[in-house]
């Protein structure tokens, strides 16, 4: 089963109290929300997610802890809007944890791994039509090599996406293991040797298909007109796009400008209404247990004025 990475440092560094009204944009298998819940005896607990057999797994497993929860079916990206439908305009806590559930990875028919047969699919949400097989069977040459290059930081892309170009003509690509056996045919015998050669193409393939970035961009921003004075946002980063986009936006809104910033005192107007609280990297403990966590990443920021 799933293991939250960096579980006890998010709890802790969301400062929540017993009346925290919470918003966990990422419920997965419930491992965080499970945690939250324990401490927010009287407040109130918001929870999103698409997968549907995540959303099944965690009602049963949050309802054996506590009533006060309520799981919104619908992509981060709307967390504003889902909870103005609730009446719910000002939160004291978000956590975003950007990785992918183990159940999703280890499952074969979802198609995120590369290391087990299935059909390509990718898809986060399973109602959606756009999955891993459209993209790499209907994307240009170009627009392949792009995502490979932009989100997967693979310095092979040109000639991945020429590979897969030149296969396809001859027939589709259905599976996983179809489309990693092309990718190790497109590198170097040594790049093979140093990490498996698919991970950055299927990287970049699962966050085009579920337009990762600028879902993340977008729910990150409204996150933090959403707290309150006092609040905390917590983000879980798995990748350097994820976590490079996290510490721009973090930066953006919690950095006076250099001339402001050496005033002897800063006019109100200009004083932020953010403060970054610290970032974190799982420890030796943690990293011996859990292998996935090796590139994860805990970014903390408060809202001071506002």
Known sequence: MHESVLLKESIENLKLSSDSIVVDCTLGYAGHSSEILKVITDGYLYCFDQDQEAI?????????IASNFEIIKSNFSHIKEELEKRNIFHVDAILFDLGV???QLDNDYRGF????EARLDMRMDQGQTKDAYEVINTYSKGDLSYIFERYGEEKYAKRIAD???????????????Q??????????EKYKREKHPARKVFQAIRIEVNNEL???????????????????ICVITFHSLEDKLCKQIFKK??????????LPMIPKEYQKEYRIVKQKKPGEEELQKNNRARSAKLRVIERIEG
């Open 101 to 103: 559930s183990s159940p």
């Open 113 to 116: 791994s590369f290391h087990k």
């Open 253 to 262: 809104v919690s950095e006076s400008d250099q001339v402001i910033k050496n």
């Open 163 to 177: 590979k897969i170009v030149k296969e396809r003509e001859k027939s589709p690509i259905e599976t996983t293991l």
């Open 214 to 232: 600028e879902v993340f961009e977008k729910a990150l921003n409204d996150s933090l007109t959403l707290l309150n004075k006092g609040g905390r």
């Open 179 to 188: 489309l990693v056996e092309i990718i190790k045919s497109s590198v170097p």
């Open 56 to 64: 099944d797994y965690s009602q049963k497993k949050l309802e054996n």
